[in-house]
């Protein structure tokens, strides 16, 4: 089966500040891996996505992810952080053999210091 | 195009009753996801529908049951509410039917059970 792991719950950033945010996932094959985000009251909206190809991916709002299959992970990256990207972000995790369906991470809640 | 609409968007309801929660996907989509989003779970997976049929169905009791409409509108019905079933229920559509494409979020349904 297949399953994520966010090991931050909680993250704060200084505004102007580089950010990464980790994500391990658990996956025999290929995997299909995807960041979403999530504002107060907001339903999810993708950032950005990964099938194949190309390991560095860019997203919407400035962020890019990196696939390392060697580390099983997905972490997803932006330069500079502004206040308005204070949202809860997870990462997700599927594959055709278990009938598309996505696997999320449990997020990582981003704050944002003025 | 306007996005996936999700009704009611609070509801308040007391043990033991049911409830039915309806999902308006993006027009042109047939794939019609359902998730649960708890604080102590996350986001699970509860079912997905394609052209009226269930395509795929997470780890939830019977109490949980969805349906799709010709129009690709769903709804989701939870009989004999719990406690436990206080969450915010998402809906999200995809125009094909496959994990490459794009799923899109509603802002989710509230559904408070006292």
């Known amino acids: 089966a297949q399953s994520v792991t966010q090991p931050d719950i909680h993250i704060t950033v200084s505004e102007g500040a580089s950010l990464e945010l980790r994500c391990n996932y658990s996956y025999g094959a290929t995997p299909y891996l995807f960041w979403y985000v999530q504002s107060p009251g907001q339903g999810l909206q993708l950032l950005l996505k990964y099938f194949s190809g190309d390991t560095l991916v860019q997203g919407i709002k400035g962020f890019e992810a990196e696939f390392k299959r060697s580390q099983s992970s997905f972490n997803l990256r932006k330069p500079s952080v502004h206040w308005s990207d204070a949202a809860e972000y997870f990462c997700a995790v599927g594959a055709k053999s278990s009938g598309d369906k996505l696997t999320f991470g449990t997020g990582t809640r981003l704050a944002v210091r003025p | 195009k306007a996005g996936v609409t999700q009704t009611p968007r609070y509801l308040i309801k007391t043990r033991g009753q049911q409830v039915t929660l309806s999902c308006s996907p993006i027009s042109g989509h047939r794939s019609v996801s359902w998730y649960q989003q708890t604080p102590g779970q996350g986001l699970q997976f509860l079912f997905e529908y394609f052209s009226e049929t269930q395509r795929n169905k997470g780890n939830f009791p019977g109490r949980f049951s969805g349906r799709q409409f010709s129009n690709s509108r769903s709804e989701m019905n939870v009989s004999t509410l719990e406690l436990g079933d206080s969450a915010l229920y998402l809906c999200?559509?995809?125009?094909?039917?496959?994990?490459?494409?794009?799923?899109?979020f509603g802002p989710g349904t509230r559904l408070t059970v006292l």
């Open positions: 999200a559509s995809r125009g094909a039917a496959g994990i490459t494409d794009t799923q899109y």
